[in-house]
């Protein structure tokens, strides 16, 4: 089917069910092509919404400014990769993943809106469609904040297969602050406020350039859920954690973290001052980062170690208050060598 830019009509009759997807969610990709649409509610005032899409090597960068796909570069000269433009309230990108080089991991479909806090646009959400059939395939109804750049979604390749997950991360300081930490930096000459007219006018990102490989933070299951003080602290750790390993060449790395808690007697000033319960929070935004799973297994120990339930990043409030306690064993702990019994005191 050859599709017309600016042609976003679908066909979901019969028993075929769109998926919809939470911050941090993934689906596999089957399809040798896709579209992702960027939709909003119509208004009196154009928001001046854009997409675009950045194709990203396995070190989490662009490997030259023409791996920026936008509305004044809307063709990649060798990748088949383009921007559909804008109809309506709609902006989209075409990805054919089948034909994609050996050397990309990731399709970034990112967004930015001229300015203007992603906050104030009604209806933002993103879809994703099988562009051969044409079918939707997922929907992601994206809650922005004050940001006005963001990474809406991301095409991603695992064992060989694609997936798409949905992010809605957003960035404050706009196109330069994204272009940043995907591993481009601006020259000393361009202020972050007019990157991205730079960007815009020159018909190509002559103000960018690759520099070390910072990729945005992973995004965990249901992390929009969290208290949104607590989702900041998370976020920014989770970037510092990046920004220290993006030094040793090791921005995309992957590790299990298992949390070990002191339930000792020694220890009951921290947990009364919630010391601990402010480490654990520091050792989950590790976690997050690091074991794509968003989950992280914990353990206490006294006399005798024991186990307690795995930390659900999305639940993080919740396990700290039930299982971070002053001087006691979670009730929930189970001993190692006996399952049915905790060997610690229910208090030290």
Known sequence: MKFEPGNYSTMNGGSHLVQTLKMGENISVSAASVRVLISWAAGPVDPGLDACALLLSSAGKVRSDNDFV?????????????????RGPVDAVEVQLARLGPDIDRAAVCASADGRPFEQIRGLHLRVI??????DLARFDIMAGPET?????????????????????????GLAGLATDFGIAIDKGDSAANAGAVVAQSGRASAL????????PRVSAGEDLLPLDMRKRLFTRKHQV???????????????????LDCSGSMINLY??????????????????????????AWVFGENPARLP???????????????????????ALSRSNPAKSTCPPSV
């Open 310 to 332: 795995d930390l659900v990043i999305a639940e993080l409030p919740q396990w700290i208050s039930l299982h971070v306690r002053a001087g006691e064993v979670p009730s929930s």
């Open 209 to 216: 350039r690759p520099d070390i490989a910072t990729p945005p």
């Open 130 to 135: 099988d562009a051969t059939t044409p079918t």
């Open 149 to 173: 750049a963001l990474l809406a979604g991301e095409l991603y390749r695992r064992q060989g297969r694609w997936k798409f997950r949905a992010v809605g991360q957003g960035w404050a300081s």
């Open 70 to 86: 936008f509305y004044n570069q809307p063709d990649h000269p060798t990748e088949p990769v383009r921007h559909l433009g804008r």
């Open 242 to 260: 990046v920004e220290i390993l993006a030094k040793y060449g090791m921005a995309c790395a992957t590790a299990r973290v298992v949390l070990v």
């Open 272 to 297: 009364q001052k919630k010391v601990i319960h402010r480490a654990v929070e520091r050792v989950a935004a590790v976690a997050a980062q690091l074991d794509d799973n968003a989950q992280m297994q």
